[in-house]
């Protein structure tokens, strides 16, 4: 549904983009995943239509987005980081005008904007101007907007920056709903939390480029080991321990002989414990404690982003 | 129809899902042709200005006070120290009143602009298959209803402190004429807007440009009691140009050397400002 190949944008001597390819499946969710400034808001502005690429290529719902920008327009919706609702329109009006100038008929337009205020819960707030309505209202009403013409593909832009958490977890249901729906979405965020919450897939951009890809747990298993902490009775256990592990993941067994643990790394965590369980029985070795502790995002986010750290 | 544990909110699930919407169905977009598109949508955007300019009554009810208070002040506090040979002075102050009121008033563009970039409405705009035009275009319809309106306004002030136009026909020319300025300017403000960024510095900038044209002008005095250079400066501006026509429109004077001039000021304006500023909305992406 998204095919972006070698896109480049540069803005004078910022290079915003530097050579990013991505492809969405139809129906998924990809989580363009980067600090400020990586290049998150200029993708989604190429693939909206509303930057022009300096080099490379990128299709939306099978148009070009530079060569056919008016059929990419009809296919896409946007909600931006920054509430684009007119705050002298009512909400209503604000979705009217949306629909009029996505083409809708006018019946149809009424009636969607009617559909989404209830699905947003502003039927009430839909009679007030959109200058009276909070933070979390506005960027509802944003989000309905770009729903209006029933958009194949939507692009979130960082859709919960700045949101409160009850406001986030609606999002998060619309846009799941979104998905069960048919939709395809592309949604940038800071937050590893949302990444992992709704991305079927996850492109960590970094200073233009893209720096990883996969699916939040390959990239969580590609990027950063699983670790089993062994803990012992006592110090002689650790050490008859330590010798027997060696071998088992990545690296040497860490000990820490203060706290009686045995730290493995490992690549495949239940693998590992059975081998482990089954080394240190044979050895006649007392276990008091075994723990396995996935990844987070974090370090995968950290270890992939931190420039000369 | 599924009645038991599914997650989803309601008997038919195709149903539930519609409020997000269906994109796998046919579009409910409408097919025309892009040039009734162009108009349509310019339309639209026109009404959305105009609504939202309604709903900011204390920026309108400024607007208004501002020529009011120039038409006080000129015919009552300095025009008993002005005389203008072979004219009541408000007869002659009246055309640059009009004049000042259209122009002045344009900078409502610049500032609407400027918050609509700003505010990402205009990339809502960009992000919606409506005509490109219809931006800027709705901006300048905008201004044409919206000048109509003030235009009428000042009509009825003049009226009130003593202002008797010629005839009404030479009224009414003179009402086009001041609407096809305001378009002219609309375009200048337009392109301010686009250029400058935000709305404080629109404003100042627009002013910047105005301020001496409107004054260095024979809009309040003629142009015969300035000193050479100014006068060389104000009888040779579009400003002046567009006054004289409209004097000569409301006062039954001759036309055909002053009305030719206007209209081609007009025109040069339109010309060149609403180029630039096509370019530059377009460039910016």
Do not use: C
């Not at chain 1, 139809?26 to 930057?51: C, H, Q, S, W």
């Not at chain 1, 009006?93 to 205020?117: K, Q, T, V, Y």
């Not at chain 1, 820490?256 to 369980?277: I, N, R, S, Y």
């Amino acid at each position: 549904m998204i095919q972006v190949s070698g896109l480049r944008k540069a803005f004078g001597a910022v290079q915003a983009l530097d050579g990013i390819d991505l492809a969405v499946a139809g129906g998924t969710v990809l989580g363009l995943l980067g600090p400020n400034g990586a290049g998150k808001t200029t993708a989604v502005r190429v693939l909206a239509t509303l930057a022009r690429p300096d080099a490379g290529s990128a299709r939306v719902a099978g148009f070009d987005v530079v060569r056919e920008p008016r059929e990419v327009r009809r296919s896409i919706g946007l909600a931006g980081q920054f509430a684009a609702v007119d705050p002298n329109l009512t909400g209503r009006e604000n979705l009217l005008l949306a629909g009029r100038l996505a083409h809708l008929r006018p019946p149809a337009a009424r009636r969607r904007a009617g559909e989404l205020l209830e699905r947003f819960g502003l039927t009430d707030a839909g009679r007030r101007t959109a200058g009276t309505y909070s933070g979390g209202m506005r960027r509802r009403l944003d989000l309905a907007a770009a729903l209006v013409a029933e958009p194949l593909v939507v692009f979130l832009d960082e859709p919960t920056t700045g949101l409160d958490p009850a406001s986030r977890a609606d999002l998060w249901s619309v846009v799941r709903e979104l998905v069960a729906a048919g939709t395809t979405v592309l949604l940038t965020t800071q937050y590893l939390e949302e990444a992992d919450q709704l991305a079927d897939r996850i492109a960590v951009i970094d200073a233009g480029r893209v720096v990883a890809e996969g699916t939040p747990a390959e990239l969580k298993s590609r990027l950063a080991a699983t670790r089993l902490v062994v803990q012992l009775p006592t110090e002689d256990a650790v050490r008859t321990a330590s010798a027997r592990l060696a071998g088992i993941g990545t690296g040497v067994p860490a000990v820490d002989p203060g706290a009686q643990t045995v730290v493995l790394e490992v690549a495949d965590g239940p693998a590992a414990l059975t081998e482990v369980v089954r080394r240190l029985d044979a050895a006649g070795v007392a276990v008091r404690g075994l723990s396995l502790t996935e990844p987070s995002l974090d370090q995968v986010f950290l270890s992939l982003t931190s420039r000369a750290a | 129809m599924s009645t038991g544990t599914t997650t989803s909110a309601g008997p038919d699930r195709a149903d539930a899902l519609r409020p997000v919407g269906r994109p796998g169905r046919p579009p409910a977009q409408e097919y025309r042709p892009l040039l009734g598109w162009a108009v349509t949508d310019a339309l639209t955007v026109t009404r959305r200005n105009l609504v939202g300019q309604l709903r900011q009554p204390q920026i309108l009810v400024f607007a208004a006070i501002q020529p009011i208070m120039f038409t006080l002040l000129f015919r009552y506090v300095f025009g008993g120290a002005i005389t203008v040979p072979g004219v009541d002075y408000v007869d002659y102050l009246m055309a640059g009143v009009f004049v000042q009121t259209v122009v002045f008033g344009g900078i409502a563009t610049a500032v609407g602009l400027t918050e609509d970039l700003a505010s990402g409405v205009v990339d809502r705009f960009r992000s919606l298959p409506m005509a490109r035009s219809a931006v800027l275009t709705g901006r300048v319809l905008a201004d044409v209803a919206r000048n109509l309106l003030s235009i009428t306004l000042m009509v009825a002030v003049g009226l009130a402190v003593g202002f008797r136009p010629d005839s009404v026909a030479g009224l009414l020319a003179a009402v086009g004429l001041l609407l096809l300025l305001g378009v002219a300017f609309s375009w200048y403000y337009a392109l301010v807007g686009l250029v400058v960024g935000n709305a404080e510095a629109a404003q100042a900038a627009g002013f910047l440009v105005i301020f001496p044209l409107t004054f260095a002008s024979s809009a309040f005095v003629p142009t015969g009691s300035m000193p050479g250079w100014l006068r060389a400066f104000a009888d040779n501006q579009p400003i002046t140009a567009a006054i004289d026509a409209i004097r000569a429109l409301v006062l039954g004077q001759p036309l055909g050397e002053v009305v030719p001039v206007a209209l081609a000021w007009i025109a040069a304006i339109t010309v060149v400002m609403a180029a630039l500023a096509i370019t530059r909305y377009r460039r910016a992406r």
